[in-house]
């Protein structure tokens, strides 16, 4: 091979090698490819950790004061409910009291200086009968009624047998005789009634022969 034709060789190889190589300008360029969505990062907000404890803050008063005005409404709630328990019998006692007064009047009538004996009891009488009727109506108002047991049947529940006795027109085991009136109050028995009951019909001697 002659000199020339080395050389013209050459000169290919190097023009074939330069045709391969990338072309430096035509490299993407690296802000472009930082740019692509790919490459892009999500943009994470950091949390507001200062309205963050502001409103824990908010959140822990309100239930500290709903906490405290549920303490002062069961205080106040246990109050009310000593003080009703403490007075509860204070309307009953107001009215005992109008009784008291009505028997002061029957008395002061009765123990008037001069006139008759009878005129004075009768006018104690008429006194102490008003009073007692104003004492009923008192009852009533409390829903406290008597039991009315005359002539019924014998009821352990409503009553206290205090004796028996025979009787021929009570039938036996019934009431023949109140001593002390049994009440109820709304619809619970108050105070048992105490009463005597009747044996029935006393037993006959047999006749004599």
């Known amino acids: 091979m002659t000199e020339e034709k080395k050389i013209e060789d050459e000169i290919i190889e190097e023009e074939?090698?330069?045709?391969?190589?990338?072309?430096?300008?035509?490299?993407?360029?690296?802000?472009e490819r930082d740019e692509s969505p790919e490459s892009?990062?999500?943009?994470?907000?950091?949390?507001?950790?200062?309205?963050l404890q502001q409103e824990l803050e908010e959140t822990r008063s309100q239930m500290m004061r709903i906490a405290a005005d549920a303490d002062n409404f069961k205080k106040r709630m246990e109050r009310d409910k000593a003080k009703l328990l403490?007075?509860?019998?204070?309307n009953i006692l107001r009215d005992l009291?109008?009784?008291?007064?009505?028997?002061?009047?029957?008395?002061?009538?009765?123990?008037?200086?001069?006139?008759?004996?009878?005129?004075?009891?009768?006018?104690?009488?008429?006194?102490?009968?008003?009073?007692?009727?104003g004492f009923e109506?008192?009852?009533?108002?409390?829903?406290?009624?008597?039991?009315?047991?005359?002539?019924?049947?014998?009821?352990?529940?409503e009553m206290d047998a205090l004796t028996m006795e025979a009787s021929e027109d009570v039938p036996a085991n019934h009431v023949l005789r109140e001593f002390a009136k049994g009440?109820?109050?709304?619809?619970?028995?108050?105070?048992?009634?105490?009463?005597?009951v009747s044996s029935g019909p006393a037993e006959k001697a047999p006749e004599e022969e």
């Open 40 to 51: 892009q990062e999500p943009d994470i907000q950091e949390p507001d950790t200062e309205a």
């Open 86 to 90: 403490k007075y509860a019998g204070e």
């Open 183 to 196: 009440f109820l109050f709304k619809d619970r028995v108050l105070r048992h009634a105490q009463v005597v």
């Open 137 to 157: 109506s008192m009852l009533e108002r409390f829903e406290v009624t008597p039991l009315g047991l005359q002539g019924k049947p014998f009821n352990p529940e």
């Open 16 to 31: 074939q090698a330069t045709s391969a190589a990338p072309d430096p300008s035509e490299a993407p360029d690296e802000e």
């Open 97 to 133: 009291l109008t009784t008291v007064d009505n028997l002061d009047r029957a008395l002061e009538q009765g123990s008037v200086e001069g006139g008759e004996p009878a005129q004075k009891l009768e006018a104690l009488l008429a006194g102490v009968e008003l009073t007692k009727k």
